[in-house]
C-alpha cells in the first residue's frame, strides 16, 4: 500500500507535468480508449467493487472522495483519478 504523504509527493508532480482525468465517466473513457495507466480510487466510490475488476494498476485510496479532491488540490469530491501521463511522477513504479 502507498502511503499519503507519497501519493501526495507524487500527485503534486503529476498534476504540474502529466495528464489526468477527474471522475468516474472520465475513466471509464480512458479504459475504453486504453489511455489510462494507472486509477486511484476513493474509499466512497459509489461503483467500488466494479472498478475493483478492472485491468488496471490501482490505488485503492484509504480515504473518501472529499480527500482525494483535497490531495490534488480540488475543492470537490474525486470517486476515481485516472493518470494517463505521469509526467514527471513515478507513482505507477512504486505500485508494482
Given amino acids: 500500500m502507498v502511503s499519503r504523504d507519497v501519493i501526495s509527493k507524487e500527485m503534486k508532480k503529476i498534476l504540474k507535468t502529466g495528464k489526468v482525468y477527474f471522475g468516474l465517466k472520465q475513466a ?44 490534488c488540490g480540488k475543492p470537490f469530491n474525486i470517486s476515481v483519478l485516472t493518470i494517463v501521463d505521469e509526467g514527471e511522477g513515478s507513482l505507477s513504479k512504486m505500485v508494482k
Fill in 28 to 71: 471509464k473513457k480512458a479504459m475504453e480508449k486504453g489511455e489510462a495507466k494507472l486509477i486511484i480510487v476513493a474509499d466512497n466510490c459509489p461503483e467500488r467493487k466494479e472498478v475493483e475488476k478492472w485491468n488496471i494498476t490501482k490505488i485503492m485510496f484509504d480515504g473518501d472522495g472529499m480527500e482525494l479532491g483535497a490531495l
